[in-house]
């Protein structure tokens, strides 16, 4: 069965050091996942996607089949990426797929 | 550009009443709309997803009779909590994706509604 997992709760980081949130998945098919960001009072919004391998606001992600990960990293964090962040898989294409999302990680870069 | 706005952002009743969800797309044609629900410090669930005009599909283990999805419109689709209990208390999410762009349509999502039965 297809499952996202996001193995920390809580992240706490300094400003100006790297950060990276993890993201493992199961999925029998082709995956195609996704990070999704929520700043404090806020609606859920999507940060970026792996087949579009862009860098949005600084954030990057790799897919990595091999082990089976989709791991969010940022060389410098910043006090303003402080929120709560989703890892999804998609599920089947077209207006109908379905998001299947981790349990997230709450990131706190501190000043 | 593609703003949801779900209505109320919290609603709290009475066990047994009835309370409908609204959810809009502001700004472009949501083809599709999608129903979540997340308990405290997990993560989001679909319950359904909805196409306009069409019966909505739910996921396994969601009653369609407790839950009623309608998408009448391009813009509104409304989720009805109908005879609430506690159990049913819960923030509930709608996101809608639609013919903004071609290619992938991504779901843009409302506030969510934070319902408590009492």
């Known amino acids: 069965a297809q499952r996202v997992t996001q193995p920390e709760k809580l992240l706490s980081v300094f400003k100006g050091a790297p950060v990276e949130l993890k993201c493992n998945y199961s999925?029998?098919?082709?995956?195609?996942l996704f990070w999704y960001v929520q700043y404090s009072r806020q609606r859920l919004q999507l940060l970026l996607r792996?087949?579009s391998r862009e860098s949005i606001k600084g954030f990057t992600a790799d897919l990595n089949k091999g082990e089976t990960s989709f791991h969010l990293k940022k060389p410098f964090a910043q006090e303003e990426d402080s929120a709560m962040y989703y890892c999804?898989?998609?599920?089947?294409?077209?207006?109908?797929?379905?998001?299947?999302f981790g349990k997230g990680t709450l990131l706190t870069v501190n000043p | 550009g593609a703003v949801v706005s779900q209505h109320p952002s919290w609603v709290i009743c009475k066990s047994g009443t009835s309370v409908k969800i609204e959810c809009r797309s502001l700004?472009?044609?949501?083809?599709?709309m999608f129903w979540y629900r997340q308990f405290p410090k997990q993560s989001l669930m679909l319950m359904a997803t909805?196409?306009?005009?069409?019966?909505?599909?739910?996921e396994q283990g969601v009653e369609k009779d407790k839950f009623l999805i309608n998408h009448a419109s391009l813009t509104l689709s409304t989720l009805t909590v109908t005879s609430a209990h506690p159990e049913d208390s819960s923030f509930y999410i709608c996101?809608?994706?639609?013919?903004?762009?071609?290619?992938?349509?991504?779901?843009?999502f409302g506030d969510g509604t934070r319902l408590s039965i009492l």
């Open positions: 996101s809608a994706s639609g013919t903004l762009s071609q290619g992938y349509q991504p779901q843009h």
């Open positions: 999925y029998s098919g082709s995956p195609e």
């Open positions: 792996h087949i």
């Open positions: 999804a898989l998609k599920l089947g294409g077209g207006s109908n797929y379905k998001l299947t």
């Open positions: 700004d472009f044609q949501a083809t599709t």
């Open positions: 909805s196409n306009e005009g069409s019966k909505a599909t739910y």
